[in-house]
Nanobody
Framework: QVHLVESGGGLVQAGGSLRLSCTASGRTFSRYAWGWFRQAPGKAREFVAAISGSGEITYSADSVKGRFTISRDNAKNKVYLQMNSLKPEDAAVYYC?????????????????????WGQGTQVTVSS
């Protein structure tokens, strides 16, 4: 079993930055790929970014490319999402998710069904 806890959300002005963290329990952290998704009020949850088990491959949604960066620290069992140049449309609840190694590849990394474990989410609010 893997337990995920997100942190780092909050209120920021447009143009500002936040860094989200996700701490995972369990010994299998380094074998998993990790993703960030978000859900705004009244909208479906959407893919934001993902990082492979090795950390060598990352994917980002077009809407955040060049502004958001995903990274991981296997020694600390942490995944990060650095968010720069935030826009009001980035406001949402952000979720961290764990992708088991048997479901690897872009299709699984960028879709909700590729993830077996989810955190409770952290709220990001961006004021204009």
């Amino acid at each position: 079993q893997v337990h995920l806890v997100e942190s780092g959300g909050g209120l920021v002005q447009a143009g500002g930055s936040l860094r989200l963290s996700c701490t995972a329990s369990g010994r299998t952290f380094s074998r998993y790929a990790w993703g960030w998704f978000r859900q705004a009020p009244g909208k479906a949850r959407e893919f934001v970014a993902a990082i492979s088990g090795s950390g060598e491959i990352t994917y980002s949604a077009d809407s955040v490319k060049g502004r958001f960066t995903i990274s991981r620290d296997n020694a600390k069992n942490k995944v990060y999402l650095q968010m720069n140049s935030l826009k009001p449309e980035d406001a949402a609840v952000y979720y961290c998710a764990g992708n088991p190694p048997e479901y690897s590849g872009r299709v699984y990394y960028t879709r909700e069904y590729g993830y077996a474990y989810w955190g409770q989410g952290t709220q990001v609010t961006v004021s204009s």
